[in-house]
């Protein structure tokens, strides 16, 4: 396995391969924790996560293309409107969903499923309708393109480095506002019990709405994120979401801390095994290791104890 | 089985005997009465094709929804600009031609369904259309059962032959042996790195490319070939790995949305295409659209067709495209080869004097279109087209200065000996 590499070589590959693997991490990480929110705070299971993905990496095209043509001075930091503006728009139109259909099914889950794939499916419609069948390349200003070289061997993707960042941004954000803002009380107390809080003052329809509005919302952010090293087209998001969900049933649906885990555990383990063996290989040990391990705790790895 | 009371296996009904009666008196009859280049529609379409006095109807059957529209969607272009050309010009055997398009919805089963509708029930002429070899796959025992015709553009691993297909993309030995023998001479390359998407298409392909580097160009190998998931987006570990075995050429087959993560990756992690090699086959000024012409710049293309072919024939062609389908719109190599189906189909039913498929498959082969885009066409026997092939490198705007074209056209052979 390791034949016909210097030390040099060896050392270098495993940096390089860790990189590798912190931008899979993230990658998976945004995606999983606009799906781990929605899933497990609200039991719905969003098929059209994806889309919402999409949407954002839209926005950012849409946005790359306003400032090319109006305000090319500025074009070299416009990703940065772009990200917010993914957000706004992708947690919009989560919202909107939510109010127009998703509420009326919080009791069938497995509804959720049939709806959401429905949804998911008009939307790419929708974005083929607007924007052509064909991908639509996002430019990015040539400062994110570049790379810092370390070592002849060592470079590290400057477009990485932003998305990781990103992604720690998100994690952080999404963390302070679940447990340390009073809407994650909100939050967390409509999801134990429903009633009880709508008892003692809470708007429980307005924390589901903006609860799916955030997990939406988030989506948008990893789409924006993705035109950096992606594809932008009407059903690019399909290729995220068995990965996606991958990573939030191994991680154990009710934990931040085990969807972070999670991610970092499957991206680290994908991207060693992709260098000595290949990326086909790597997806199949990583699925089946899953599967196996799933078939011992259901629940997932890292599931909270909670009574039952 | 032989029947014992027909031993011959001759029915003459009396409607077949009356009918063959009738026909006698109106064949003779009506080249008196229409007009000289519109001749009877009883004499040129004798098999119940849908053919009237003055319109023909054939089918487009490619996917305009689903994972392949990205691709398909330049060949519905390109085939219905053609069919709006041919009608301007006067038709088929004064026949203004009609078509009936059908979503093949990136979805093989669907695609065989599809074919069948449109030979069963609308009966029609010729069929433009599929992308995928699987999508071909799927509808070649239908064209067969039910004796149609089908006209495939998309370069493809070659390894089949139908009568009931031509191909007016090229076949596998014709796009890569060219492009490896220029690359392994012009640059001096000796070490070659194979990358394709997991199915068959990029597998053959390599695999024909690996035979030709190791049997036929002398000192040089194969220094790794790998493989990657439809649609896979992470590139990262094969880069690295590219660095550290420093290939002279990177040989890439990686199709549709997966080319963009691919040639975004190379350029973040350091790897400029004007300083190293990449060749791909792969890559049209179509999907160049999707990785941005600053992601691709300096990598070599090889294919027959490059938008910015700079001959009077070409420069119609692409005027009349962006006429028909915008200022913004690309023509890649698929596109301009969809294109030719048409024109072919209407050369060979004008060459046989009749719509009736058998006649036309005969008269196919030897078919030349000399002022195609691409330049001169013709059809050979194995139902394949001569064709040259071009390397091109890729230009921060996307389209490709051609480079080197064979002096001659290359026969086409899908069943290439010594490569399988």
């Known amino acids: 396995m390791f034949a016909g590499y210097s030390v040099n070589d060896l050392a270098s590959i495993f940096v390089m391969q860790s990189f590798a693997g912190l931008i899979l991490f993230s990658v998976f990480l945004l995606m999983a924790l606009g799906l781990a929110i929605v899933f497990g705070q609200m039991g719905v299971i969003n098929m059209a996560h994806g889309e919402f993905m999409i949407l954002g990496a839209y926005t950012t095209y849409v946005c790359s293309q306003i400032f090319e043509r109006w305000l090319p001075g500025l074009f070299g930091l416009y990703f940065f409107f772009a990200v917010i503006l993914a957000f706004i728009v992708a947690g919009g139109i989560g919202m909107l969903l939510e109010w127009s259909l998703i509420r009326f099914l919080y009791k069938r889950p497995l509804d959720t499923l049939l709806a959401t794939w429905g949804v998911s499916l008009i939307l790419q419609q929708v974005l083929r309708s607007t924007f052509g069948a064909r991908e639509v390349g996002v430019t990015l200003p040539s400062w994110m393109m570049g790379s810092w070289n370390l070592t002849d061997t060592i470079q590290i993707p400057i477009n990485g480095m932003i998305v990781i960042s990103l992604t720690l941004l998100i994690t952080g954000g999404v963390y302070a506002l679940l447990y340390r803002s009073g809407w994650g009380k909100q939050v967390r107390a409509v999801m134990q019990n429903r009633s009880m809080a709508g008892a003692v003052g809470i708007d429980t329809e307005w924390v589901d709405r903006t609860t799916f509005g955030l997990g939406c919302g988030v989506a948008g952010v990893a789409g924006a994120a993705f035109t950096m090293i992606g594809s932008t087209s009407p059903t690019a998001g399909q290729q995220y979401i068995v990965d996606t969900f991958l990573v939030v049933a191994f991680g154990g649906t009710e934990s931040l801390g085990g969807t972070i885990a999670s991610a970092f555990s499957i991206s680290q383990v994908r991207s060693i095994l992709e260098f000595f063996f290949n990326g086909s290989m790597a997806q199949v040990i990583v699925l089946l290791t899953v599967v196996g391990i799933l078939m011992i705790r259901p629940q997932g790895l890292f599931a909270l104890k909670v009574r039952r | ?420």
């Open chain 2, 1 to 420: 089985m032989p029947d014992r009371k027909n031993p011959l296996n001759i029915h003459y009904s009396r409607r077949k005997v009356l009918m063959g009666m009738s026909a006698l008196p109106v064949g003779a009859l009506i080249p008196h009465l229409a007009r000289a280049d519109t001749p009877a529609t009883a004499s040129v379409n004798k098999t119940g094709l849908a053919v009237t006095d003055d319109s023909v109807t054939v089918g487009i059957l490619h996917s305009i929804t689903g994972t392949m529209a990205l691709s398909e969607t330049g060949s519905v272009e390109a085939e219905k600009l053609a069919i709006t050309q041919i009608n301007e010009a006067g038709g088929v055997l004064g026949r203004k031609i009609k078509y009936i398009q059908e979503d093949g919805a990136s979805d093989w089963p669907t695609f065989a369904e599809k074919a069948r509708k449109l030979l069963e029930n609308d009966k029609c002429a010729s069929v433009f259309g599929c992308w995928t070899s699987a999508s071909r796959k799927a509808v070649l025992p239908v064209f067969e059962h039910y004796n149609g015709l089908l006209y495939y553009p998309t370069f493809y691993e070659g390894l089949e032959q139908s009568r009931n297909v031509i191909y007016t993309g090229q076949e596998a030995t014709q796009q890569i042996l060219a492009g490896l023998d220029w690359i392994s001479k012009e640059k001096n390359a000796k070490t070659y790195y194979l990358l394709g998407s997991d199915y068959i298409w990029p597998r053959t392909a390599n695999k024909i490319a690996r035979k030709h580097i190791e049997n036929h160009l002398k000192g040089s190998r194969v220094v790794g070939e790998e493989y990657f998931p439809l649609g896979d987006s992470q590139f990262n570990s094969v880069i690295n790995k590219i660095k550290l075995t420093k290939p002279d050429v990177i040989y890439a087959i990686i199709v549709g949305g997966s080319n963009v993560a691919f040639y975004k990756q190379l350029k973040a992690a350091g790897l400029d295409l004007s300083k190293h090699n990449l060749m791909t086959i792969s890559v049209t000024e179509d999907e160049i659209l999707g990785i941005g012409g600053e992601n691709i710049a300096g990598a070599y293309a090889c294919m027959k067709y490059f938008q910015s072919i700079a001959t009077p024939e070409n420069q119609k062609f692409v005027a009349a495209f962006k006429k028909m389908w915008g200022e913004n719109s690309v023509i890649g190599d698929v596109t301009q080869a969809a294109y030719l189906g048409p024109w072919l189909w209407k050369m060979s039913v004008e060459k046989a004097g009749s719509f009736d498929i058998d006649k036309v498959i005969e008269a196919s082969p030897g078919i030349e279109f000399k002022d195609a885009p691409e330049g001169y066409v013709r059809i050979a026997k194995n139902h394949h087209l001569w064709s040259r092939t071009l390397v091109g490198q890729a230009r921060t705007d996307g389209q490709f200065n051609v480079i080197y074209q064979t002096p001659d056209l290359i026969e086409p052979n899908p069943f290439p000996v010594g490569y399988q």
